[in-house]
Structures are given as structure tokens and as C-alpha cells.
């Protein structure tokens, strides 16, 4: 049975290949290899402005 | 419904309200009238017209609105449409928390994680119906349409020509109303986004059937009190009830449908049309909380509502106890009286409801809990039954209270409490007959905070006679009290038909300006002849907001919609919730921590490669190449972006919101 350290370095070993693949495709990509087409539209919506009613409180 | 009989009544609650929380008119005079021998159907509207928008229903009818955006845009959408079940299970996932009480607290961080990815990607999923449907916007806190929605013109011409999709729902919502053929069919109403769906679910009622058609709750009635209702809408309403609508619909139940006008001169409370004129006859008598059944919530599908625990709504009393601020005209509601219900009786009915539906968390929804009753309350549970209930409600600040009150209130179940501070400034709270002091402010909040409840301030600007130095006061006093206030609301004073300021307008230097001829507004616009006016008040309250993002306690609670917050508040401390709050607001719908695909979406696009789409903000970008294929890898291997980030810092940029660097092909960024 594996130790928790073996465990743990297999882990990092994973995660370092996987960030590994990831960076070079990134690097192999183009600049128009990313558009946007929607951007966030709205704004935060805030507690501060919701459920607020005349003279800023909920009217029930 | 089989197998039910006719029901008397069926009491209907339009859209649009909150979709957090049941609200507490329907139940109350459903608990009523089922004690005075009748049968009542309740429906909430509101929340099946939120699970419809999620529904494979409307995601269809939403296709067909789109033809004729271009191909780019329809890629886009078609993303959003093609992962509404995506979608549905980011918001719902939500609700699974209602079934696991003891795991809210020991998995705090999902719970308010989940809890802030379910109201995001909510904002998202209407802000994109919206679009798509065209003719409104909605979120979970307001609806609108095009114009002026409280000019009668505007009003008639959205009940003529109602966007497509609102009309699919409403035909649908209707059949089921009209399923067991009910004798009378009821409305509630009482916020004004609810008014434009109120005409049109009563319009829709009045062609498919003789029904008599009540409409209650306080909006028609302040249109009425303001001598606006127009006649034209007894077109589709029969009679309208005035304020509390318990005596009124008993009394119409008591009469013929088929033959109304025989009787209803009769029936105290309530607007009925008497050649050709909206004609009122004699308020009912106010109740009294105790004359008051328990609220019964049998019909109403606790379920549903969208948060991690359901609170329900309850009165403590009925009236407002102090009953003297110049801006308010919520005491015309109870006929200016004020009473409370006994103790035993709170709780009696707090046991009855825990009871019946296994819910222990309460909004005590009075326009301020009377201070005995929040004393004795909080005493008597505080020793008698600890940590057994959560609460939050509505107080005044009050010399009267003491720290020992506010132990109490906690150790009875109190979390949060919502105070209406309106001014820093003693000379406008004078001004305004509110009478409270900075001293007694700061000491209740202190007391509040170190009780560890949360404490939530109402203020608003522009009073009449309010200075630049009075408005300054009030802003100092949110900004350098942040440790004692948990959050706050800011808004600016609304001139209503009726409030007590309306007898005095000179004394205030009030002008009011005439309002147009078919406008329903129960405000009015005015003018001030020194101190701050309406668009100085709104700057103002701007300057708040802006300021008070600044401090991180504040801003970590931005996104917390009120009815979720007791619910977060009851699994930790206030401490507790500000750190992980402000985790999740300041990583910018970006979390770190969960895997990818529990808040993007993507699909292939013959055109874009691979289109993407952030649910939480709504931000969509396409990935091309090999950019195309990281994505890929990503998604599959479950990873969080928190492990990706230095590999591909860019993904983090597209999906965060207010990213500085934007693309260069924005093709489509309407604003709707």
C-alpha cells in the first residue's frame, strides 16, 4: 500500500503534466485563438438595491 | 387536482415577487376563511412562473424568438439555450440544502459557495430570457417593460399585445386555476411589480370564465385612495378589496357569483363599480393578531422556493407601534390602528408551523417588532428553548433596549435584524418625527453586533429640509461604523399619497409637480425649495454605494439576496459568512475552488471553434485551435481553475467579471 506521501507526490506529478500540456497549448495558440462575444452585462446585483421599496425598504 | 371539491375560492399570487421566499398574504386569509367553513385553493404564480422559465417548455418557445438575430449571436444564445439543464441544475442545486440542516454548518463554504452560483447564474439565466423574449426585464427582484409602466395608455397597450412568452405562462396558469372550476377566483397584490401581471392574469380569467374576479393587497387600493383606478379595469376585476382582506372576501363569499351587484354595497372594504364610478364603501374593522388563525401553508410548494433553507413569513403585529414617521403611509393599511399578538400566542403559532412543515427559521415581517414583544419574546425562548428556532425581523431603534435584550434575542434565535436608521442625522430624524438619537443608534448596534447578529441599516437621502452637511452625517456615520453595521440599503425619500408629510407640504417646502393625467403612481414627483431635492438625493445615495464598496465587509454582502441571508446566517457565525462572502465576490465569478463545469458551459460552433459561457456573469467567448483543445482538457479532467491558473492565466481574464482586457471582436454587447 501506497503512503500518504508517495499519494501526495503522484498527485503534484499529475498536476504538474496536466499544467504542463495545458501552458504549451496555450502558448501554441494565436491571439484571435480566444474572442469574446458576450460580455458580462449586468451589473453586480446588489442587496443594497434589491427588494429596496419607497424610502428604501420592502412594501408588504 | 382531482378529487378535490370546488373550491369557494381560489386565491391566486401573481408574479413578480421575490422567488426566496412564500409570501404571507395568501396563507393568512386562507387560514381565515377555512375556519369560517369555506374551501380555498391557494396558487403561487410567482413561483411556478420562475420554475417555468427553467422549464424544456420555455426553453422552446424561447428558440422560436430568435431567428432573426444574426448567426454570431444565435451561436451565443443557442450555448445558453442548448445548456439550460446546465443552467437549472447550478440555480436548483441550491435547494438540496433545505433536507441537510446539520451539513450547512459542517460544509459552510459549499453551502454559501453554491448559495451565491445559484443566485448568479439565476441573474443570468432571466437576464438572457429577457433578451431573448424581448418586451421585459425581469430578475429575481423586479420586472418592467418598455415605458412607463404606471401610465394607464402604456398599461392597456401591454395588456393588448403581451409578449408572447409572458402570455404562454399566463394561458397555462390560468387552465390550472380554472381546473376545478372555482366559484371565485382571487388576486393578490401587493408590490407593484406584481400589477401589470395582476391585469393581465385577470383579463385572461375574465375570457375563459363567469367567475366573479377579486383583486386584493394595498396597490389597487392606494390607486384608488389616490383617485386614479381607472374604471376601464373593471373590465376584467370585478371588485377590488380594500387593505386587509379577511372581513371583505368573507362577505363576498357570502354572495351570489352569479348576481354581485345584489349584495357587495354590503360588504365593508371593498372598490366596486356603481354607475360607471369606482365606488368605495366602509373600511372594515381592523383585527386584531390574535383574532388572526394561524397563516396556513399547506398548498403552497415550500419546496420550490429557490434557497439552501425556507423561511417563512410571520406577524407579530398588526399597525406599526410607533405609528408618527412623516414619510410612511403603512399604518392606512390596518386603518391606522396598531395591536400585537400575545406572546403565547407568537408562539403558539411559531410551535404550529414548526409542527406542521418542519421549518424553524422566521421573518418576523412587522413594520417594526413592538419592543416588549422582542424583549419577552427573546426572553422567554432564550430560557426555554435555546438554538431552537432562527430568526430575523424588523426593529426601531429604542432607548428601551438594553445589551441583555440583544444576548437574549441571539441566544432565542435572532441572526439578523433590519433597522430603519433612515438619517445619521438627529435634526432630519427630528424632522421626520422618527426621534431616534446617535447615542442610542450606536449602543442598540453595538449590543446587536456583539450578540453576534447581523444588523442591517435602511437609510435614504433627500427628506425634505435634509441639508448637504445632514446627507454628509449619514454618510460618515455608514462609513466609519462598518464593525457595527452588517449591511445596508440605500434609497432616497418617495413622496406617498397620503403619508402624514402630505398635510404639512409648506412647512416642508414642498411643491408637488402635476403628474400626467393617466398616471396610477401613488408618488409623486416634487420639488424642494432649499435643502436637498430628488436628483441631488439620488447622487447621494450613489456616493454611498460607491464609497462603501470600499470596505470589504460591505462588499462581501452585495450579492446576498435578504431572504437568503438568515438562512446562511443560521449554519455560522457573521464572521464566518463575511470571510467566505467576500472570498467569492472578490475571485469575480470566477471561482477557484470548483471544478469547471459546475458554472461554464460550452458547446462546438462550426463557426467559433468552441463557444463558452461563464453562467455566473454571463461573459461567452469562443476558444479556437489548441486553445479549443485546453478547454477540452480542462472540462474532463474536472480540474478547478485554481489549478490552471498560472498555465493559462488568460481563461481566468475571459471568465472574471470586470476584466479590464477586452477582446477585440465584441459582436454583440447590447445592453438590454
Given at each position: 500500500?501506497?503512503?500518504?506521501?508517495?499519494?501526495?507526490?503522484?498527485?503534484?506529478?499529475?498536476?504538474?503534466?496536466?499544467?504542463?500540456?495545458?501552458?504549451?497549448?496555450?502558448?501554441?495558440?494565436?491571439?484571435?485563438?480566444?474572442?469574446?462575444?458576450?460580455?458580462?452585462?449586468?451589473?453586480?446585483?446588489?442587496?443594497?438595491?434589491?427588494?429596496?421599496?419607497?424610502?428604501?425598504?420592502?412594501?408588504? | 387536482?382531482?378529487?378535490?371539491?370546488?373550491?369557494?375560492?381560489?386565491?391566486?399570487?401573481?408574479?413578480?415577487?421575490?422567488?426566496?421566499?412564500?409570501?404571507?398574504?395568501?396563507?393568512?386569509?386562507?387560514?381565515?376563511?377555512?375556519?369560517?367553513?369555506?374551501?380555498?385553493?391557494?396558487?403561487?404564480?410567482?413561483?411556478?412562473?420562475?420554475?417555468?422559465?427553467?422549464?424544456?417548455?420555455?426553453?422552446?418557445?424561447?428558440?422560436?424568438?430568435?431567428?432573426?438575430?444574426?448567426?454570431?449571436?444565435?451561436?451565443?444564445?443557442?450555448?445558453?439555450?442548448?445548456?439550460?439543464?446546465?443552467?437549472?441544475?447550478?440555480?436548483?442545486?441550491?435547494?438540496?440544502?433545505?433536507?441537510?440542516?446539520?451539513?450547512?454548518?459542517?460544509?459552510?463554504?459549499?453551502?454559501?459557495?453554491?448559495?451565491?452560483?445559484?443566485?448568479?447564474?439565476?441573474?443570468?439565466?432571466?437576464?438572457?430570457?429577457?433578451?431573448?423574449?424581448?418586451?421585459?426585464?425581469?430578475?429575481?427582484?423586479?420586472?418592467?417593460?418598455?415605458?412607463?409602466?404606471?401610465?394607464?395608455?402604456?398599461?392597456?397597450?401591454?395588456?393588448?399585445?403581451?409578449?408572447?412568452?409572458?402570455?404562454?405562462?399566463?394561458?397555462?396558469?390560468?387552465?390550472?386555476?380554472?381546473?376545478?372550476?372555482?366559484?371565485?377566483?382571487?388576486?393578490?397584490?401587493?408590490?407593484?411589480?406584481?400589477?401589470?401581471?395582476?391585469?393581465?392574469?385577470?383579463?385572461?380569467?375574465?375570457?375563459?370564465?363567469?367567475?366573479?374576479?377579486?383583486?386584493?393587497?394595498?396597490?389597487?387600493?392606494?390607486?384608488?385612495?389616490?383617485?386614479?383606478?381607472?374604471?376601464?379595469?373593471?373590465?376584467?376585476?370585478?371588485?377590488?378589496?380594500?387593505?386587509?382582506?379577511?372581513?371583505?372576501?368573507?362577505?363576498?363569499?357570502?354572495?351570489?357569483?352569479?348576481?354581485?351587484?345584489?349584495?357587495?354595497?354590503?360588504?365593508?372594504?371593498?372598490?366596486?363599480?356603481?354607475?360607471?364610478?369606482?365606488?368605495?364603501?366602509?373600511?372594515?374593522?381592523?383585527?386584531?393578531?390574535?383574532?388572526?388563525?394561524?397563516?396556513?401553508?399547506?398548498?403552497?410548494?415550500?419546496?420550490?422556493?429557490?434557497?439552501?433553507?425556507?423561511?417563512?413569513?410571520?406577524?407579530?403585529?398588526?399597525?406599526?407601534?410607533?405609528?408618527?414617521?412623516?414619510?410612511?403611509?403603512?399604518?392606512?393599511?390596518?386603518?391606522?390602528?396598531?395591536?400585537?399578538?400575545?406572546?403565547?400566542?407568537?408562539?403558539?403559532a411559531l410551535d404550529e408551523l414548526e409542527a406542521k412543515y418542519g421549518i424553524t427559521s422566521f421573518a418576523f415581517n412587522d413594520e417594526a417588532v413592538p419592543p416588549k414583544v422582542f424583549r419577552g419574546l427573546s426572553s422567554?425562548?432564550?430560557?426555554?428553548?435555546?438554538?431552537?428556532?432562527?430568526?430575523?425581523?424588523?426593529?426601531?431603534?429604542?432607548?428601551?433596549?438594553?445589551?441583555?435584550?440583544?444576548?437574549?434575542?441571539?441566544?432565542?434565535?435572532?441572526?439578523?435584524?433590519?433597522?430603519?436608521?433612515?438619517?445619521?442625522?438627529?435634526?432630519?430624524?427630528?424632522?421626520?418625527?422618527?426621534?431616534?438619537?446617535?447615542?442610542?443608534?450606536?449602543?442598540?448596534?453595538?449590543?446587536?453586533?456583539?450578540?453576534?447578529?447581523?444588523?442591517?441599516?435602511?437609510?435614504?437621502?433627500?427628506?425634505?429640509?435634509?441639508?448637504?452637511?445632514?446627507?454628509?452625517?449619514?454618510?460618515?456615520?455608514?462609513?466609519?461604523?462598518?464593525?457595527?453595521?452588517?449591511?445596508?440599503?440605500?434609497?432616497?425619500?418617495?413622496?406617498?399619497?397620503?403619508?402624514?408629510?402630505?398635510?404639512?407640504?409648506?412647512?416642508?417646502?414642498?411643491?408637488?409637480?402635476?403628474?400626467?393625467?393617466?398616471?396610477?403612481?401613488?408618488?409623486?414627483?416634487?420639488?424642494?425649495?432649499?435643502?436637498?431635492?430628488?436628483?441631488?438625493?439620488?447622487?447621494?445615495?450613489?456616493?454611498?454605494?460607491?464609497?462603501?464598496?470600499?470596505?470589504?465587509?460591505?462588499?462581501?454582502?452585495?450579492?446576498?439576496?435578504?431572504?437568503?441571508?438568515?438562512?446562511?446566517?443560521?449554519?455560522?457565525?457573521?464572521?464566518?459568512?463575511?470571510?467566505i462572502s467576500i472570498g467569492c465576490v472578490d475571485e469575480g465569478d470566477a471561482p477557484l475552488a470548483m471544478p469547471l463545469s459546475t458554472f461554464t458551459i460550452d458547446r462546438k460552433s462550426a463557426g467559433h471553434g468552441r463557444?463558452?459561457?461563464?453562467?455566473?456573469?454571463?461573459?461567452?467567448?469562443?476558444?479556437?485551435?489548441?486553445?479549443?483543445?485546453?478547454?477540452?482538457?480542462?472540462?474532463?479532467?474536472?480540474?478547478?481553475?485554481?489549478?490552471?491558473?498560472?498555465?493559462?492565466?488568460?481563461?481566468?481574464?475571459?471568465?472574471?467579471?470586470?476584466?479590464?482586457?477586452?477582446?477585440?471582436?465584441?459582436?454583440?454587447?447590447?445592453?438590454?
Amino acid at each position: 500500500m501506497e503512503d500518504r506521501a508517495e499519494q501526495i507526490t503522484k498527485q503534484v506529478r499529475i498536476i504538474s503534466d496536466f499544467n504542463l500540456k495545458i501552458a504549451e497549448l496555450v502558448k501554441s495558440a494565436s491571439p484571435t485563438d480566444l474572442i469574446e462575444i458576450l460580455g458580462d452585462q449586468r451589473s453586480l446585483i446588489s442587496a443594497k438595491h434589491n427588494n429596496q421599496n419607497q424610502n428604501g425598504r420592502l412594501i408588504e | 387536482m382531482s378529487g378535490r371539491r370546488t373550491p369557494d375560492v381560489t386565491l391566486v399570487f401573481p408574479p413578480q415577487w421575490s422567488p426566496f421566499q412564500p409570501a404571507l398574504a395568501l396563507p393568512s386569509l386562507r387560514a381565515w376563511l377555512e375556519r369560517a367553513g369555506h374551501s380555498v385553493r391557494v396558487i403561487d404564480a410567482n413561483i411556478a412562473f420562475y420554475e417555468w422559465l427553467l422549464s424544456d417548455d420555455c426553453v422552446a418557445r424561447l428558440r422560436g424568438a430568435l431567428d432573426a438575430a444574426s448567426a454570431s449571436t444565435r451561436d451565443a444564445y443557442e450555448t445558453f439555450l442548448g445548456a439550460a439543464a446546465a443552467f437549472r441544475e447550478t440555480i436548483l442545486r441550491v435547494r438540496r440544502w433545505q433536507a441537510l440542516k446539520t451539513l450547512r454548518t459542517e460544509r459552510l463554504e459549499t453551502y454559501v459557495a453554491e448559495t451565491y452560483m445559484s443566485s448568479r447564474a439565476l441573474d443570468t439565466y432571466l437576464h438572457y430570457v429577457s433578451h431573448i423574449a424581448g418586451g421585459f426585464k425581469l430578475s429575481p427582484y423586479n420586472f418592467s417593460i418598455p415605458g412607463n409602466s404606471l401610465r394607464v395608455a402604456d398599461i392597456e397597450s401591454f395588456l393588448a399585445h403581451p409578449p408572447p412568452l409572458l402570455m404562454a405562462f399566463v394561458a397555462l396558469e390560468v387552465d390550472r386555476i380554472l381546473e376545478d372550476r372555482p366559484r371565485f377566483v382571487g388576486l393578490s397584490c401587493i408590490g407593484q411589480e406584481q400589477l401589470l401581471f395582476t391585469l393581465l392574469f385577470a383579463k385572461r380569467l375574465r375570457e375563459r370564465t363567469s367567475a366573479p374576479i377579486i383583486v386584493g393587497g394595498t396597490i389597487f387600493s392606494r390607486i384608488f385612495e389616490r383617485g386614479r383606478l381607472p374604471a376601464q379595469w373593471f373590465r376584467y376585476v370585478d371588485v377590488f378589496v380594500r387593505n386587509e382582506g379577511e372581513l371583505p372576501l368573507e362577505g363576498i363569499l357570502g354572495l351570489d357569483p352569479l348576481d354581485l351587484g345584489a349584495g357587495i354595497a354590503r360588504v365593508p372594504g371593498v372598490i366596486y363599480l356603481k354607475d360607471g364610478v369606482p365606488t368605495s364603501t366602509a373600511p372594515a374593522a381592523p383585527l386584531k393578531p390574535d383574532a388572526i388563525p394561524v397563516p396556513d401553508f399547506d398548498e403552497l410548494p415550500l419546496e420550490s422556493y429557490l434557497v439552501g433553507e425556507i423561511t417563512l413569513p410571520i406577524l407579530a403585529s398588526r399597525g406599526c407601534y410607533w405609528g408618527k414617521c412623516e414619510f410612511c403611509h403603512h399604518g392606512m393599511v390596518y386603518g391606522e390602528k396598531y395591536s400585537a399578538s400575545s406572546l403565547d400566542g407568537i408562539v403558539a403559532a411559531l410551535d404550529e408551523l414548526e409542527a406542521k412543515y418542519g421549518i424553524t427559521s422566521f421573518a418576523f415581517n412587522d413594520e417594526a417588532v413592538p419592543p416588549k414583544v422582542f424583549r419577552g419574546l427573546s426572553s422567554l425562548l432564550a430560557q426555554n428553548r435555546p438554538r431552537h428556532f432562527d430568526f430575523t425581523g424588523l426593529l426601531k431603534f429604542e432607548n428601551y433596549f438594553q445589551s441583555e435584550d440583544f444576548r437574549n434575542a441571539r441566544e432565542a434565535g435572532f441572526r439578523s435584524l433590519y433597522i430603519g436608521l433612515e438619517s445619521a442625522s438627529e435634526r432630519v430624524l427630528d424632522l421626520m418625527q422618527k426621534r431616534s438619537t446617535s447615542a442610542v443608534m450606536v449602543r442598540n448596534l453595538a449590543d446587536a453586533t456583539a450578540a453576534d447578529i447581523w444588523t442591517h441599516c435602511f437609510v435614504f437621502f433627500g427628506f425634505p429640509g435634509e441639508t448637504e452637511a445632514d446627507a454628509e452625517e449619514t454618510v460618515s456615520f455608514l462609513m466609519s461604523n462598518s464593525g457595527i453595521i452588517g449591511s445596508f440599503g440605500a434609497g432616497t425619500f418617495s413622496l406617498e399619497h397620503n403619508a402624514p408629510i402630505m398635510r404639512r407640504l409648506a412647512e416642508f417646502g414642498v411643491s408637488v409637480r402635476e403628474a400626467h393625467a393617466d398616471s396610477i403612481d401613488v408618488y409623486y414627483d416634487y420639488d424642494v425649495d432649499r435643502g436637498i431635492g430628488p436628483k441631488r438625493a439620488i447622487r447621494w445615495m450613489e456616493q454611498l454605494n460607491e464609497q462603501s464598496d470600499g470596505i470589504p465587509s460591505y462588499r462581501a454582502i452585495n450579492w446576498i439576496p435578504r431572504e437568503h441571508l438568515l438562512g446562511l446566517l443560521s449554519a455560522g457565525t457573521v464572521a464566518d459568512l463575511k470571510r467566505i462572502s467576500i472570498g467569492c465576490v472578490d475571485e469575480g465569478d470566477a471561482p477557484l475552488a470548483m471544478p469547471l463545469s459546475t458554472f461554464t458551459i460550452d458547446r462546438k460552433s462550426a463557426g467559433h471553434g468552441r463557444i463558452v459561457m461563464n453562467m455566473l456573469n454571463g461573459r461567452t467567448f469562443a476558444l479556437k485551435g489548441p486553445l479549443d483543445v485546453a478547454f477540452a482538457s480542462v472540462r474532463e479532467a474536472e480540474a478547478h481553475l485554481g489549478d490552471i491558473e498560472g498555465a493559462w492565466p488568460d481563461l481566468l481574464t475571459a471568465l472574471r467579471s470586470g476584466s479590464g482586457e477586452r477582446a477585440s471582436h465584441q459582436e454583440d454587447t447590447r445592453p438590454i
